[in-house]
């Protein structure tokens, strides 16, 4: 193997975590709401194979070359139909190491309210979604 051959591999290598089997982004989603500054959670169907009727935000499994931050909007179109230019990311949070060895990429973000209102479930995916006022959070800690 030569020195190029080695720069073609690593050139726009991502590190990750050895031995994690997949990767995963959520959008963690801010939005102003009636009672303030909130946090927009989903439901998942039932019917789902995985994580059925849990509570999450949006979000899913990355694929090749995507970046968190791209997987999240993508995830968020897909599930919400609240599309990227209503989508302001702040920044990473800290990713998490899953049981399943995996890793969870989340992204924050703040959504315009008016998305909000114009959200379209994807019923394959969810049944329903509703807003946490961050401040519950502060309260409750």
């Given amino acids: ?3 190029q051959d080695f720069q073609k591999a690593f050139g726009r290598h991502q590190p990750t975590l050895l031995g994690a089997r997949a990767l995963f982004a959520v959008l963690v989603p801010l939005v102003e709401t ?3 500054l909130s946090l927009l959670y989903e439901v998942r169907s039932a019917g789902l194979r995985y994580h059925a009727s849990e509570v999450c935000f949006p979000g899913g499994r ?11 909007l993508r995830e968020t179109f897909e599930e ?4 990227a230019s209503a989508i302001h990311p702040i920044g ?3 990713f998490l ?3 399943s060895e995996a890793l969870m990429f989340p992204i924050l973000a703040q959504i315009d309210a008016p998305a909000l209102k114009a959200i379209r479930l994807n019923p394959a995916e969810v049944t329903h979604t509703f807003t946490v006022p961050v401040s519950f959070f502060e309260s409750h800690q």
């Fill in 62 to 72: 990355m694929e090749p070359g995507e970046t968190p931050e791209v997987c999240a």
């Fill in 1 to 3: 193997m030569e020195l």
């Fill in 34 to 36: 009636e009672e303030g």
């Fill in 92 to 94: 990473p949070l800290d």
């Fill in 80 to 83: 919400l139909r609240i599309p």
């Fill in 97 to 99: 190491y899953l049981r």
